[in-house]
């Protein structure tokens, strides 16, 4: 039996993602997931170019696109969505995290 993806997408996610790459100026597989200890409430998430895969990283993929989980951001992440949010003041990548348990007043950190 399969299980189920670490985290899913959402259209708006996988459409950034594809414009993402399509800009990228090096060659790149895909995007990378983290999490990182910053910001007020203890951890921010973390995005970046993935240019090889790495061992023991769970991939995510959909539509075309690869999603590249860091191993020790995958327990914090695990059941999440990922969305791309857009409006006229600031643009960017939403987590709904399952397991965050608070966020910080702007909205740049959580913690579990």
């Given at each position: 039996m399969d299980r189920p993806p670490?985290?899913?997408?959402t259209e708006a996610a996988v459409a950034r993602i594809k414009s993402l790459l399509d800009a990228a100026d090096k060659p790149v597989i895909g995007?990378?997931?983290g999490v990182k200890a910053?910001?007020?409430?203890?951890?921010?998430?973390?995005v970046e170019y993935a240019e090889?895969?790495?061992?023991?990283?769970?991939?995510?993929?959909?539509q075309g696109v690869r999603v590249l989980i860091d191993p020790a951001a995958t327990m914090?992440?695990?059941?999440?969505?990922m969305d791309y949010q857009e409006d006229r003041l600031q643009s960017?990548?939403?987590f709904?995290?399952?397991n965050a348990k608070g966020h910080c007043g702007c909205g740049e950190?959580?913690?579990i």
């Amino acid at each position: 039996m399969d299980r189920p993806p670490a985290m899913t997408l959402t259209e708006a996610a996988v459409a950034r993602i594809k414009s993402l790459l399509d800009a990228a100026d090096k060659p790149v597989i895909g995007i990378r997931v983290g999490v990182k200890a910053q910001g007020c409430s203890g951890m921010s998430y973390h995005v970046e170019y993935a240019e090889k895969e790495l061992p023991f990283e769970e991939v995510v993929e959909d539509q075309g696109v690869r999603v590249l989980i860091d191993p020790a951001a995958t327990m914090f992440l695990i059941g999440s969505e990922m969305d791309y949010q857009e409006d006229r003041l600031q643009s960017g990548f939403v987590f709904n995290n399952p397991n965050a348990k608070g966020h910080c007043g702007c909205g740049e950190s959580f913690h579990i």
